[in-house]
Structure formats: C-alpha cells, structure tokens
C-alpha cells in the first residue's frame, strides 16, 4: 500500500513551458486535493476534486488545470509556467471529503 | 502559538516533557479543525481532528483542545519525543468549503 504517490520528484522549468504533475493514490479515496507550499506560507488549496468526476477551484486556481483522470488519478497542469509558480506542490487524498487527507512526499518546482 | 510571516514561531522542550502547541484561528464560522505534522522534506501527517461541537479530543500521546470563544486550538503532545521534532500547523476548514492552513510552530525536542 503505497499511499499518496507523485511524479516528478524535482523539476525546473524554463518560463513559458509546460508540464503535467502526476498523483495517484491506491487507497480507494473519493476526493483528491493539490495544494501548493511556499515559505512563510500555510499550504493553499489550488484545486480539488471531491469525487470522481468532479473537480473546482481552491483558493489559488489561476495559471492550473486539474483532471481527475479516474478513481485513482489526479493530475495538475501548468500551461505556461512562470516563476511565481515556484513552489513545492503536495497532492493528498481523502476517503470522506476534507477528512483526515493523506499527503504525498511532494513535487519540488523551480521556474527560471 | 501560529502567524504569518517569514519565520515560524519555534518550541523547544526537552525530551519526556509535555509540549503544547498553540493556533488562532479568525473564522468564527469554521466548523471542522485538523492539527499536521510535516518532517523535514516530507508531506503533512495526519495528526488528529476536531469538529466545533467539541472542546476537547484524544488521541495516542495528543490532546486538541477548542476554545471557540477565543478561536484558539492547541495540541498538546505528551511525553514528548525526539520522534516529535517537526513542524506543526492547523487547519480550519468553515462550512463555505475553504481551507486554511496555518504557517506553522517548529518542534524541536532536546534529548
């Protein structure tokens, strides 16, 4: 049971490129989450999917697109990366919504 | 206890004391309240919740008390561990679907 998984671990990406951030979770969870962290921050909700099939915005959607590509998936794109989108990225998942979220380990960004 | 800005506040207790961990929060309409723990390099780690309709809940070593009339939360950790050296932070989550999460208290546990 691995829990809450996430690919890439690192990445740094030029301004203007694009690039998918992969989560999955294998613990048959309903709602799924991607929050970005930054320093001196608390983590900020960017969008959310509270069961398959749906997906809305958090606090902080814009420059992102989700897909809750089923049960299990749920990744978050960013189009057009700019540096203010540095940040480390944490996906979790819920087995009841806002519940108990479990986190993954993480998707360190740096946009140059 | 928790605020914003570029330094988190810092708690430092010798091993086998209790520790108490502080949070404000400003929302008077959050109704559900969750105290992480994030290690160094890692995602957040579940700890223990509360719901408003309660003042005070247990768990393993953890205690989270709710005084809504101050809108103050606090975990307190018995016992404390070199284990439990980590960051802290709550979450309010208010009946409107909206999370906020606190910048978090660093736990420092001197053996």
């Known amino acids: 049971n691995a829990g809450v998984t996430q690919t890439p671990k690192f990445q740094v990406l030029k301004t203007g490129q694009s690039m998918t951030l992969q989560c999955a979770q294998d613990?048959?969870?309903?709602?799924m989450y991607w929050y970005r962290q930054d320093p001196g921050m608390g983590l900020r909700l960017i969008y959310y999917?509270?069961?398959?099939?749906?997906?809305d915005k958090g606090e902080v959607p814009n420059g992102y697109n989700v897909s809750r590509l089923n049960k299990r998936e749920f990744s978050l794109r960013l189009e057009s990366a700019a540096p203010s989108q540095t940040s480390v990225y944490f996906c979790?998942?819920?087995?009841?919504?806002?519940?108990?979220?479990?986190f993954g380990p993480g998707t360190r960004l740096l946009v140059l | 206890g928790e605020s914003v800005g570029l330094h988190l506040p810092t708690l430092s207790v010798q091993e086998g004391d209790n520790s108490i961990i502080n949070c404000a929060y400003s929302?008077?309409?959050?109704?559900?309240f969750i105290w992480y723990k994030q290690e160094s390099g890692k995602g957040p780690q579940f700890i223990i919740d509360?719901?408003?309709?309660?003042d005070k809940r247990q768990g393993q070593r953890v205690t989270v008390l709710l005084n809504k009339t101050v809108k103050h939360l606090s975990l307190q950790i018995a016992a404390t561990q070199p284990g439990d050296s980590a960051v802290y932070f709550c979450?309010?989550?208010?009946?409107?679907?909206?999370?906020?999460f606190g910048t978090g208290t660093s736990l420092t546990v001197i053996p």
């Open positions: 979790a998942s819920s087995e009841v919504w806002e519940e108990n979220q479990y």
């Open positions: 613990m048959n969870h309903n709602s």
């Open positions: 999917s509270a069961s398959e099939g749906t997906t």
């Open positions: 929302n008077s309409a959050s109704d559900y």
């Open positions: 509360i719901r408003s309709n309660m």
């Open positions: 979450a309010e989550i208010n009946t409107g679907n909206q999370f906020y």
